[in-house]
């Protein structure tokens, strides 16, 4: 029985590690590399394993960095079933949908600039065969991956359906049980449960995005987020909005909604831009057994979510380009999350040369990402092969993040008594190397930082 440690090993995006024991091989998760070109076209790179000997891949939950592959791995070869909590399953049939939409999308406007045929990543085709595959499982039912391999979803906390995957092997006399933490939210965070304990492991493999930092108190953000929605400033230009469109775009409206009257929202045009974001917005809306207390209960008192009676919903292209004429007075909810495609890049690059324009980052920008380049300040950008000064503010607001910060990482690993050996990744290196030394001088764990292509045996 061992480990292998690719994607997200001394990096964020990506994930994807396998289970070898008896013989079989288990993914756990097959996630696309994102930030920038260069790293976008690692993607097409071969895995560093067959897919046809992928017996099974079980999946965390249904962001791109960590699902986007799938379509990949189904073309090279791999045949067999992909578990997932059932409203992830919902969620991915979304996602992957449109991330190969955008993908023609890119390749014909690649194959148009450069003259040379440019072929998508994968296409919609291609993406529904995963779909064929898909395995939904509710959270705490223990099935059978493999012979030898018995599962467990427990909730994350992260966005809808996310998971911290409990996994016991057994080969011959040999057993171990490993925790894989998946992507793991804040606690208190709105709709969500908190992350689920998990009592007891032989090895913890552990997401580390923000390990190396603690998040501003929730009511600080919000007092932050109330004071630049009704600034005077507010009234002269756009405020945009970067959001993840599962998990961050329904935060976000769920927060405008319940704060509408306190910052005098009425005043606003908000559109929620994203044919997807609308698509998972109703998956969140009939998933509600998911939710936490303060959401069912609103959900009860108001005959539904908070309500957002000036909330336009932009389908079709169409419907985006009209937004850019708008000069003042919108609150623009676009995807994607990191600024690096969908629609959020053409509401940058008319809006972002304004100084009465403001941008909210809301959540993890990858190095190379043009979120990233926002973050560090970067007087000019490139989009669409012009040169744009940004005059706008640029604020980050980092207590929406979906990922728990320091404090919520070393909480949920602390609920397991054993306090077992630990293997971060989904983390940059600096982060990571923080959290080594704070989760050790916590409570003496033992804490590795695997690298692509290592291994450990179980």
Request: hydrophobic share 35%.
């Amino acid at each position: 029985m061992k480990l292998e440690f690719f994607g997200a090993a001394a990096e964020v995006t990506g994930s994807c590690h396998v289970l070898h024991i008896g013989g079989y091989k288990v993914l756990l998760d097959c996630g696309l590399i994102q930030g920038s070109r260069k790293d976008e076209a690692r993607n097409r790179d071969p895995f560093p394993f067959e897919a046809s000997k992928i017996d099974a891949v079980v999946l965390s939950h249904a962001h791109l960095d960590h699902c986007g592959r799938l379509p990949l791995l189904v073309k090279r070869g791999f045949k067999g079933p992909i578990y997932a909590q059932e409203a992830s399953c919902e969620l991915v049939a979304i996602l992957l949908a449109d991330a190969a939409h955008l993908a023609e999308r890119d390749a014909e406007y690649q194959t148009r600039k450069t003259g040379k045929k440019v072929k998508p990543l994968y296409t919609f085709a291609e993406g529904e065969h995963v779909i064929r595959q898909l395995q939904p499982r509710k959270y705490r039912e223990v099935f059978e991956v493999v012979n030898g391999v018995k599962v467990r979803f427990r909730d994350a906390g992260h966005i809808l359906g996310s998971c911290s995957v409990e996994a016991w092997l057994k080969d011959n006399d040999r057993e171990s049980k490993i925790v894989f933490s998946g992507d793991l939210g804040q606690y208190d965070t709105p709709i969500l449960k908190d992350p689920e304990p998990i009592d007891h492991a032989d090895v913890v493999l552990m997401e580390s995005t923000y390990g190396g930092r603690r998040h501003r108190e929730r009511e600080e953000t919000m007092a932050e987020l109330g004071e630049i929605l009704t600034s005077e400033r507010s009234r002269r230009g756009n405020i945009l909005i970067p959001a993840f469109s599962i998990g961050r775009s329904q935060e976000i409206m769920y927060q405008l909604g319940k704060h509408y009257d306190e910052w005098n929202l009425e005043r606003f045009q908000i559109f929620l831009d994203s044919p997807m974001a609308i698509e998972a917005s109703k998956v969140y809306w009939e998933n509600t057994g998911l939710y936490d207390e303060e959401a069912t209960r609103l959900r009860q008192e108001n005959g539904g979510m908070p309500l957002l009676p000036n909330l336009k919903l932009s389908r079709r292209p169409e419907e985006s380009m009209e937004i850019n004429r708008i000069r003042s007075g919108a609150i623009v909810i676009a995807g994607s999350g990191m600024c690096n495609g969908g629609r959020i890049i053409h509401h940058l690059k008319y809006n972002l040369e304004r100084e009465e324009t403001q941008v909210l980052i809301t959540g993890y920008q990858a190095i190379g990402s043009l979120g990233r380049r926002l973050v560090n300040g970067e007087k000019t950008v490139r989009i669409h092969g012009r040169t744009i000064p940004v005059r706008a503010t640029i604020h980050t607001v980092g207590g929406l993040s979906a990922h728990g910060d320091q404090d919520d990482l070393a909480r949920w690993y602390e609920c397991m008594e054993n306090r077992p050996p630990v293997y971060l990744v989904h983390g940059e290196v600096e982060a990571q190397e923080d959290f080594k030394t704070y989760l050790s001088a916590r409570n003496g764990a033992k804490v590795h930082l695997p690298k692509p292509g290592d291994f450990l045996k179980l």
